[in-house]
């Protein structure tokens, strides 16, 4: 049976186990040490701009990712609606679908996705778009886990 989740908007006490909202509130600066958070492996900070296509159709999320030895954040610089995707890991380390939630997040919306939560990759709905991506780059550890899912997760927009 495929598994069908409802994104709704996005919110920072919900995502809060799995990825940090970066948002400042009222026009003052906020800092978020968790975006320059230094691995757990040898490495040097990246920054990165992602250019993602939109999705054509339905929103199925066919694996999902994690990085033991980082966090990554995703800060659009031109963009319209796009998925975050989160699920806890079971005991033996699998993502756990039960658990998963999904949030349709805004050009505004920036995250800081947790070290080593299971996540899906950048998806974006509406227009082709540009991100700036910021993770710790692993010298010589594998620091990118890929889970291929039996079944797609639907998405709900």
Do not use: N
């Not at 949030?103 to 540009?130: K, R, Y």
């Amino acid at each position: 049976m495929t598994l069908v989740l409802k994104a709704r908007p996005v919110d920072a006490a919900a995502l809060a186990p799995y990825a940090t909202v970066l948002h400042a509130a009222d026009g003052e600066a906020r800092a978020f040490p968790e975006v320059m958070e230094k691995g757990d492996v040898p490495g040097a900070h990246a920054f990165t701009i992602l250019c993602p296509q939109p999705v054509d159709g339905a929103v199925r999320v066919a694996a999902l990712e994690r990085h033991p030895h980082s966090t990554q954040s995703f800060v659009p610089i031109k963009a319209g609606r796009w998925l975050i995707l989160v699920a806890p890991k079971t005991a033996i380390g699998e993502p756990d679908l039960a658990g998963a939630l999904a949030f349709v997040a805004g050009p505004e919306d920036a995250i800081c996705i947790g070290q080593d939560v299971w996540h899906a990759g950048l998806t974006v709905l509406d227009q082709a778009a540009q991100f700036g991506m910021i993770m710790w780059k692993a010298e010589s550890a594998e620091d990118g886990v890929l889970w291929q899912l039996d079944e797609a997760v639907e998405v709900e927009i």
